[in-house]
Nanobody
């Protein structure tokens, strides 16, 4: 059974930090590009950060560059999102996504973890 389980969301003050984790099971994690998305109330889901299957390449939304860092540990089937200098506009549900293109396109989603940035 395929599972992506996010954790680490919390209420944090502006300027604070959080580390999100997403643990994968039921598929070959090291073959998948992993992406963090987020969705704020009343807004569309947006890409936050992506990391290739081997971890050699990453990319970020402009809004989080320099503040967030995506990483992965293929031995632990886990992807992380380190979030620093958090702002109220970072408030959203954060979702983990796994994507592979071969041999067929396969796409998995987690259930999300809530991040609230507020004083």
């Amino acid at each position: 059974q395929v599972q992506l389980v996010e954790s680490g969301g919390a209420l944090v003050q502006p300027g604070g930090s959080l580390r999100l984790s997403c643990v994968a099971s039921g598929f070959i994690f090291s073959r998948y590009t992993m992406t963090w998305y987020r969705q704020a109330p009343g807004k569309e889901r947006e890409l936050v950060a992506v990391i290739t299957n081997g971890g050699g390449s990453t990319n970020y939304a402009d809004s989080v560059k320099g503040r967030f860092t995506i990483s992965r540990d293929n031995a632990k089937n886990t992807v992380y999102l380190q979030m620093n200098s958090l702002k109220p506009e970072d408030t959203a549900v954060y979702y983990c996504n796994a994507l592979s293109w071969a041999p067929i396109v396969t796409n998995y989603w987690g259930q999300g973890t809530q991040v609230t940035v507020s004083s």
